[in-house]
């Protein structure tokens, strides 16, 4: 677990895509398919997902209205940012 030290957002982040990649397993979505979803490029959602790039306002826009299971994950990401 990388250290509350470094940077809150870090934590919350690396959380965030957790919680977006469980709820994709639970969906039966590949990457390509969660992309395509989101109507974002597959390489935006790789670079999110591996954590080579944090995600933007109209990502997680995107997210929250295409999965509304997400809105606390996404609100507690959004106020440590």
Avoid at 5 to 29: A, F, H, P, V, Y
Avoid at 57 to 73: D, I, T, V
Wanted: charged share 25%; proline share 4%; hydrophobic share 40%.
């Amino acid at each position: 677990i990388i250290g509350y030290d470094i940077s809150k957002g870090i934590t919350t982040m690396l959380t965030l895509i957790e919680d977006i990649k469980n709820l994709q397993r639970l969906k039966g979505l590949n990457d390509t398919q969660l992309a395509r979803a989101l109507g974002v490029d597959l390489s935006l959602w790789s670079k999110i997902k591996n954590g080579h790039r944090p995600p933007g306002g109209n990502f997680l826009k995107r997210l929250a209205q295409k999965f509304p299971e997400l809105h606390l994950s996404i609100l507690e990401y959004m106020t440590k940012n």
